[in-house]
């Protein structure tokens, strides 16, 4: 890993967040999520842990926990775990690739020294649970909420309904 490649500082999305050092060309790998490797059950009762305590926070984070395989998740929430000060954003410049068990932030275009890294966290889409997670992005294409964009249409067809519906109930008074 070269630790030269980034930066850890205060982001204006949220929180901290990790910062090129310099120009990092498209196709880097820039740094590994590293943490405790706990089943998906432990991986949800920690999650929600930290979601009770932290949810509104606006400076620390309250999901750390990083879905590695359909039985394991990986617990990131350590100090020497700096990958995970990575932000989310609807307009990424970094995707994880996950090889042999190991979970790696690497560049998917060319960022400017100074940028800030994020990736799509990669959230299904719950309409219960969505207003959960308000995306502060900036992107200018941001959705709203932290939802992966596998799913954005998913959610623009939901909220499409949702309104048709409305509109019905407002019609039929
Ligand atoms: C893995 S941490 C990222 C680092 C976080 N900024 C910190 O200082 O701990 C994930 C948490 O950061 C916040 N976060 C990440 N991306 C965000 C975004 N685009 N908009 C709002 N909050 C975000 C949320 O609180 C989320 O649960
Ligand atoms: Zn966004």
New binding site residues.
């Given amino acids: 890993m070269n630790e030269k490649l980034w930066k850890v500082k205060i982001?204006k999305?949220?929180?901290?967040?990790v910062f090129a050092l310099q120009d990092i060309k498209k196709g880097a790998t820039i740094i590994e999520y590293i943490g405790e490797k706990v089943t998906r059950k432990e991986g949800d009762r920690r999650s929600e842990k930290r979601?009770k305590k932290?949810?509104n926070?606006k400076?620390?984070?309250?999901?750390?926990i990083f879905e590695l395989n359909q039985r394991y998740d990986i617990d990131?929430s350590f100090s020497y775990n700096k990958a995970?000060?990575?932000?989310?954003?609807?307009n990424p410049n970094c995707e994880v690739d996950i090889v042999k068990g190991r979970i790696w932030i690497k560049s998917i275009k060319r960022i400017k020294k100074g940028s800030e890294l994020?990736y799509d966290?990669g959230y299904t889409f719950d309409k219960d649970d969505y207003k959960d997670?308000?995306?502060?992005?900036n992107a200018r294409n941001c959705i709203g909420y932290?939802i992966s964009q596998d799913d954005w249409k998913k959610y623009k067809n939901w909220k499409k309904r949702e309104k048709i519906k409305l509109n019905k109930i407002k019609n039929d008074k």
């Fill in positions: 982001s999305i949220h929180g901290s967040g979601i932290y949810l926070s400076k620390t984070g309250s999901v750390y990131g995970r000060f990575i932000n989310h954003s609807c994020s966290y997670h308000v995306c502060k992005c932290i």
